[in-house]
């Protein structure tokens, strides 16, 4: 006899990642901002801001690999960063387009580095759109995948999409670069 409304939503409302989305984020010139725009109907919206080279983000230096993926992650938190997630990883390295390669669709063998490591950011074309170095090739890095277990991506001759899963120990060819987002 009586009538009962239900509302049936889910617990974040429509306007919530409209909000985030359109708050930017503060990146620091070691930094590129990461834009996924609402355009693509399977991908959230977000920004995040991603080093620019690999840890210690420093242009032209050798990259902090052998280290664990809980070592990683508390160098991040002390600097106010954190470990990125695949999915934002993936997405700075492949951009709008869902390149295989941080420069394009095509393997090109002298683009990035494929043997031991280098210094970072020293083949200039070996950058995604967003502007980050070194996202395949040189080192694999650490990043967090959905329920925040360690995932290696980016290795020598490795697309933006291989994703190799660890157990978070320390290797002398992976090291990490840290995130920070709304």
Known sequence: DDLVRINKHTPEQFA?????????????????????????????????????YEYPNIKDSLPLANISYAEAAKICAGKGKRLCSAFEWQWACSGVEGYAYPYGWNFEKETCNTQSPEPSGR????????????MTG????WVSDADNGAVAMGGPA????????????AKPTIGFRCCKGN
């Open 158 to 169: 490795s697309k933006c999409q291989t994703r190799s899963p660890g157990f978070g120990d």
């Open 16 to 52: 919530d990642p409209v909000a985030r989305y359109a708050k930017p984020p503060f990146c620091t010139l070691d930094m590129v901002l990461v834009d996924s725009p609402p355009t693509k109907a399977d991908r959230p919206y977000f920004k995040v801001c991603i080093d620019r």
């Open 138 to 141: 040189n080192i694999w890095e």
């Open 123 to 134: 083949r200039g074309r070996c950058a995604s759109k967003f502007g980050a170095f070194d």
